[in-house]
């Protein structure tokens, strides 16, 4: 497996595998991987010749009050974990390699980013949209890879592929949980073992969600909502940052219940923000 960590050498390994009629694979990540970042390695690797895996963590979707500094970050163990997946090269540059000091330019996707993450986190895709273009533009690959945990997002790159005219297949993958149904994420690192245990509430709400939709035949997205905002104020440690219901496509709210739903949540557990989804 390669490591790179500046662009020449991207540029240069890219080159090698485009002669050889080579395709290419891109996950982007911001590393310290669990299993779901693993996952999208393994589905890039049935799209693609060669598979290779970004890890940046990137200052430009972060806002000042944010955890930039304190995320969690352990790139011998990424690199050993990318290795035994099979990955051929990982991508990992710093700052200063990745933005100019001077760079001024950036990837706006609207409409889509108004709502949900893009509203508590006013930036933040401007920062991802930036970043994964720049990715797509130094790589070229044929195929990237994102999880459908981050939905919004993954939303946002289909957006931003097709209206840019980018020559990249977008695949998007199932979310992995923990054993008890807790998206796995890098942030749940910072839970302490009693936010740990209320972790488990936006996975709960999505399963009640699903069968106040499914089973008891809910049309009111307002009553579903208020249904989920209950069940996770009953778990200590508990703060809503927003319940969305709505179309998955445009990201729309919806009044009344229409299938496919998309229901989104994000919550603070004590002072970690989880997020979470589920299309009904
Ligand atoms: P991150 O390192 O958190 O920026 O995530 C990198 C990629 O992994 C993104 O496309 C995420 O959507 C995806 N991802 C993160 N957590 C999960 C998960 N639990 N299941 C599937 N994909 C995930």
């Known amino acids: 497996m390669k490591l ?3 662009k020449k050498a991207v540029r240069q390994q890219v080159l090698k595998w485009r ?9 982007p ?6 299993q779901g970042h693993l996952s999208l390695m393994d589905e890039c690797r049935r799209h ?3 598979v290779m895996v970004s890890i940046f963590v990137n200052p430009t979707q972060f806002s000042p009050n944010e955890d930039l500094e304190s995320y969690p970050r352990d790139i011998e163990r990424d690199l050993e974990l990318a290795r035994e997946h ?3 090269a990982v991508f990992l540059p710093d700052d200063n390699e990745m933005y100019d000091p001077d760079h001024c330019t950036w990837v706006i996707v ?10 508590s986190r006013p930036g933040h895709f401007r920062g991802v949209a930036t970043v994964v273009a720049k990715l797509f533009n130094l ?4 195929a990237a890879v994102f999880g459908q945990k981050d939905f919004q997002q993954l939303q946002v790159i289909r957006r931003m592929v097709a209206d840019l005219d980018f020559a990249v297949k977008i695949i998007g993958c199932p979310i992995v949980r923990e054993a008890d149904g807790l998206a796995m994420s890098s942030r749940n690192a910072y839970l302490s073992k009693e936010e740990r245990r209320s972790a488990v509430c936006l996975f709960q709400a999505l399963c009640l969600a699903s069968r106040l939709v499914k089973e008891d035949g809910a049309t009111s997205c307002a009553q579903v909502k208020a249904a989920l905002k209950e069940r996770i104020e009953s778990f200590p ?3 809503i940052d927003y319940i969305f219901t709505g179309d998955p496509e445009n990201l729309m709210p919806l009044e009344e219940v229409k299938r496919p739903l998309l229901v989104a949540l994000a919550v603070f557990v004590g002072s970690t923000r989880l997020i979470d989804n589920i299309i009904i």
Do not use: W
């Not at 002669?19 to 996950?27: D, F, M, N, Q």
């Not at 609207?110 to 509203?119: A, E, F, H, Q």
């Open 4 to 6: 790179l960590q500046s």
């Open 19 to 27: 002669k050889a009629s080579e395709t290419i694979g891109l996950v």
């Open 29 to 34: 990540t911001m590393g310290y991987f669990h």
């Open 48 to 50: 693609a010749h060669r």
């Open 86 to 88: 099979g990955v051929d």
């Open 110 to 119: 609207d409409n889509l980013t108004k709502g949900l993450c893009g509203r």
């Open 139 to 142: 790589i070229q690959p044929d």
């Open 237 to 239: 440690f508990t703060r």
